[in-house]
């Protein structure tokens, strides 16, 4: 059983950046990134491909955040740039053992236990 730690969460202003990073116990393959904030359903923000060859975003952070991943170190990341207030969520990384992209939280099977993300206007 795989088990994901993410960190790098914090408390950013508005326009700032932060890198977020999931490492994982073991190999990981399939990764995507959820957030959630208070009093909202777990929503999509971006996943990527067993091989890094593929991504996708959602649309509210498409061109703001970026996903990468270094398999030597079994971690992938989530960098956030020109952050926005209603960024703020617990962010959650999660993975499965499948090697295309995934945007629905019930194809994962595997999750961490988040991350806090606080936006600052």
């Known amino acids: 059983q795989v088990q994901l730690v993410e960190s790098g969460g914090g408390l950013v202003q508005a326009g700032g950046s932060l890198r977020l990073s999931c490492a994982g116990s073991?190999?990981?393959?399939?990764v995507g990134w959820f957030r959630q904030a208070p009093g909202k359903e777990r929503e999509f923000v971006s996943c990527i491909s067993w091989s890094g060859g593929s991504t996708s975003y959602a649309d509210s952070v498409k061109g703001r955040f970026t996903i990468s991943r270094d398999d030597a170190k079994n971690t992938v990341y989530l960098q956030m740039n020109r952050v926005k207030p209603e960024d703020t969520a617990v962010y959650y990384c999660?993975?499965?053992?499948?090697?295309?992209?995934?945007?629905?939280?019930?194809?994962?099977?595997?999750w961490g236990r988040g991350t806090q993300v606080t936006v600052s206007s």
């Open positions: 073991g190999r990981i393959y399939a």
């Open positions: 999660a993975t499965v053992d499948g090697s295309y992209l995934y945007t629905k939280a019930y194809e994962y099977d595997y």
